[in-house]
Each structure stands twice: as structure tokens, then as C-alpha cells.
């Protein structure tokens, strides 16, 4: 088989918009798909003409390119919708963004005077060091206000105390928020591009987010790129300056095992397998660095409920800890298409757990059992009312941030940047809870490299780089540029 333009691993947001970039560039290439699906943990999936969505993707961007590629994908089928979004706890809603009436109402005044208390205690007498999320959290919010809105959920999420988790992963997904912007924001609606944090309204494509991936597919199959599904990642040879070759086995897609040799290597696949696949295999301290990186996963319970309407919310987070279900989507509030009865519901709800423990083990009929008695005990329906139900489990949703992941991180990007001509990209790829469009802001950037650029994508969704936009127009790329990789 001759070589490869590009060999891309994974066909989610990341890998998809590096092929869909290279394919603009006149390049060609094969993107390898483990899975049946594309899109990632941005697919959808359906059952009996219901559609759902692995985690609620919201399509926001302040990166104009990556916008440029979901209207050009999708256009018109891209819909604009309100967001919506409460959080249940103490058997209360509280609206999120935060509203000051109803907050203080739910809180009522003695627990509101206790929280600004400990706000301002936190303000004279904060941590002096900010290592973890528990701390990152109180000096911004108060410990009072961070044990009711912040620590339930955040345990729930990660399975660890918030005392272990690192005040990066704080910094990354709450970042320009605290307690007087959160107020000034109840009070005043402040616009959308002041605090990223609370985004009031967002584009979803008409069918779910797979729709867009699929689009993307599509694009870069008409353009001399091949999508391989169900393609596994075996082997990933190399030289120790250069990777020469990946090997797989499609034995679930009818074939065997196959080698795909490339030029340049663009990998989203998790960066603990990429380490683990390379043959030879690297020193000890770097094995050991990628076996010390975890990932939290989670699996989603639907339930088909025969209600027209149940609430408006796009997605409630349960910080009830009574429950165990962590937050529930409703898919009809991100587009009315995701569900073909008009008369019925399709609720998510979302169980965080890693693969192999009690709750990933348990039956599907277990699952959806639970899911019944918990959305009546939160009071969102009765069991009775549920009529069908399925279960989809998501392994290596997030990578867990622990107080010693950059550690282990650090040794892994150096070891990898010895490699000339591979790049990691999107959230697992770099170990990075990004959201799918800084996936997508890695992928471009990978590819612009390739034509010389010489971008950090590990330095991708800090503050900064969010706010540095590609600003190349969409159309105006130079004769240069589209040289050969």
C-alpha cells in the first residue's frame, strides 16, 4: 500500500476537522475510527427514531473558523436555541445562570447572609496557595456557596474528593467566574462575551450533533479522503524520530489486520493507548507517566416518557446527593426533532462511574429501573409514566484531573515532541477537557503546522488562546499554503 498523506486517528470533532482542513488543502489521507460511529463523544445515537446525545454538545465558539466550518457544513439544519438550565438541590431548583430572587428565595435569607459571610471571609483570609479545586473555589466563592453549588456535583462527576482534584481543571472550565460576576450577572444580564462561563443561547444542529460529524465525513470522503469505522489501533510503529506505521484489526468490520504507513500522523485517540501501542515500546518512566493518567467515564440511562412536556430545561445538574444520576438532558428542548412522537419525552440521564465498577456492570433493566425511581424522587415524573428505555455507555469520557496529572502529563509531551512527525489533538489526545470547538482549534492548528506554522497545541483553551483567534479568513489561503505536507 503506498503512503499516506496524513494518517488521522479518531473521527470526532478533532480528528474530523483535521481531515476536513487537510481535504480543503487538496491532501489526502484515511482517517481510523474504532467505533461504529463518528463523532466521537459528539455522536448521536438513536433508538426506535429517538435520537440522543452523548452529554449535551452545545455548538459556542468565539473562534471564527471553527464557526466557518459548522455553517458551512450544516447551514440552515444549524439551529439557534435559548439555553435553559437549572440546578436541583436541598429538593429545590436554583436557575443557572443564577437569578438573584430565586437563589435567595430557595437559600432564604439566614443561609444568604452565611453565604456572603463566608464570601467575605475567603476575601480577607483566602488560601494562600491554590492547588486544588476545593481551594480554587473557595477564594472565589466562599466554602459555603462552594459545599452547596460546587462540591456534590463536582464529587459526582469525578468520583474523588475535590480536595485531589487540581485547580487547573477549576481554571480551564470556570474561568472568568466568581461570586460578584455571577451576582452582577443576575442583576444586569450582562452580554454573552463577558464571562464564557454563562452562555445564554447556542447553535445545535437540527438532528443532533452527529449531524454535523456526519456532514464532516461526508465532506472529506468527496475529496479523496477515506473514513475507515471499526478500525482499532493495534500497533503504532516507529524509529524513534519518526512513526513509520499503524497497524489494526478490522476484524469487527468483516476484515483482518491491516497496516496504514503515512507521512505525517495527526492522533486523537486517548494519549495513555497511543503510549501504550508504540512499538518499541518507550522507556519505563514514560510507561509508567501514561499508566498513572485516569479517565472518568459515564454512561447515559434514556427514558422515553409518555408526557408531551415534562420542563423547559435543556439539561438540570442534580447536585442532590440523595440521588445518584448527575444531570439529566432533555433532548426535546435541544431540538424538537430529536424526539418523532410529538406527544412523548426522551430524557438523559447521565451516570458518571468508571468502566468495570458496580454501576457500569450493572444490566441495562437495572439501569433503567434506577432511572425510573430517581426521576420520580426528584419529582420530574412518575415511573409509571416511563413506557421504553436503553443504555449507552461512554469509556474515557473525561481525563481526570488529579493534583499529580501535569506531572505525568509533562513527561508524556516531552517524550512525544520527540517524534517529528506526529501530533496529538483534541481532548484525549492531549489529556484536555476541551470543549469541541478548542478539539477542533487543535486540529486546524495541527494542520497548519504541517504547512510550516509552528503552533503550541498543548497551549490550546487558556484564556488566551481562546481569545486569539485564527483570524486567516476561511477563504484566503495563499498559494504557499497549500503546498505539500
Not at 25 to 34: A, I, S
Not at 61 to 75: C, H, P, Q, Y
Not at 342 to 349: F, H
Amino acid at each position: 500500500m503506498n503512503n499516506n498523506d496524513v494518517i488521522v486517528i479518531g473521527a470526532g470533532p478533532a480528528g474530523l476537522t483535521a481531515a476536513y482542513e487537510l481535504a480543503r488543502r487538496g491532501k489526502t489521507g484515511v482517517v481510523l475510527e474504532m467505533t461504529r460511529h463518528v463523532g466521537g463523544i459528539a455522536r448521536t445515537e438513536t433508538y426506535k427514531g429517538y435520537r440522543f446525545d452523548i452529554g449535551g454538545h452545545r455548538f459556542y465558539t468565539k473562534i471564527r473558523e471553527v464557526e466557518a466550518i459548522w455553517d458551512e457544513l450544516l447551514g440552515s439544519d444549524l439551529l439557534r436555541r435559548p439555553r435553559f438550565s437549572r440546578i436541583f438541590y436541598n429538593k429545590k431548583f436554583y436557575h443557572y445562570p443564577l437569578r438573584l430572587s430565586n437563589t435567595l428565595r430557595n437559600l432564604g435569607m439566614l443561609t444568604s447572609l452565611g453565604v456572603l459571610l463566608s464570601y467575605l471571609q475567603s476575601q480577607i483570609f483566602p488560601y494562600p496557595q491554590e492547588d486544588t479545586f476545593e481551594e480554587w473555589v473557595s477564594n472565589r466563592f466562599g466554602r459555603k456557596l462552594y459545599s452547596i453549588f460546587f462540591k456534590t456535583y463536582t464529587e459526582k462527576v469525578w468520583g474523588i474528593p475535590c480536595s485531589q482534584i487540581s485547580s487547573a481543571w477549576a481554571a480551564q472550565r470556570i474561568k472568568g467566574l466568581s461570586l460578584p460576576v455571577a451576582v452582577r450577572n443576575a442583576l444586569f444580564r450582562y452580554p454573552d462575551e463577558r464571562v464564557t462561563t454563562l452562555i445564554n443561547s447556542f447553535h445545535y444542529p437540527r438532528l443532533g450533533p452527529g449531524m454535523m460529524w456526519e456532514a464532516a465525513r461526508d465532506y472529506v470522503e468527496a475529496r479523496g479522503f477515506k473514513v475507515l469505522l471499526e478500525t482499532p489501533i493495534q500497533r503504532i510503529r516507529h524509529n524513534g524520530r519518526r512513526i513509520l506505521d499503524v497497524t489494526s484489526d478490522q476484524q469487527a468490520a468483516g476484515g483482518g489486520e491491516r497496516v496504514f504507513p503515512g507521512n505525517q500522523f495527526l492522533s486523537s485517540m486517548p494519549v495513555t493507548h497511543l503510549i501504550q501501542s508504540l512499538d518499541p515500546a518507550p522507556p519505563e518512566q514514560v510507561l509508567h507517566a501514561a499508566n498513572s493518567l485516569t479517565y472518568r467515564d459515564f454512561l447515559t440511562v434514556v427514558l422515553i416518557i409518555d408526557r408531551r412536556d415534562l420542563f423547559p430545561d435543556n439539561w438540570i445538574y442534580i447536585h442532590e446527593p440523595d440521588v445518584h444520576v448527575g444531570r439529566i438532558q432533555n433532548f426535546k428542548q435541544w431540538s424538537p426533532e430529536m424526539v418523532p412522537d410529538a406527544s412523548k419525552t426522551s430524557l438523559g440521564l447521565e451516570y458518571f462511574c468508571e468502566e468495570g465498577d458496580e454501576r457500569w456492570s450493572m444490566a441495562d433493566e437495572e439501569l433503567i429501573d434506577l432511572g425510573k425511581r430517581e426521576i420520580e424522587q426528584i419529582g420530574l415524573a412518575q415511573a409509571a409514566e416511563v413506557i421504553d428505555g436503553v443504555v449507552v455507555r461512554q469509556p474515557k469520557a473525561y481525563p481526570v484531573y488529579t493534583q499529580t496529572y501535569g506531572e505525568h502529563l509533562s513527561i508524556l509531551r516531552e517524550y512525544l515532541q520527540g517524534f517529528e512527525n506526529l501530533q496529538t489533538i483534541g481532548r484525549n489526545g492531549l489529556h484536555k477537557y476541551n470543549n469541541q470547538d478548542h478539539s477542533m482549534l487543535t486540529a486546524l492548528l495541527a494542520v497548519r503546522n504541517l504547512f510550516g506554522e509552528n503552533y503550541d497545541l498543548w497551549d490550546v483553551n487558556t484564556e488566551r488562546s481562546y481569545n486569539e483567534e485564527i483570524r486567516v479568513p476561511h477563504d484566503a489561503l495563499s498559494a504557499d499554503e497549500a503546498g505539500s505536507v
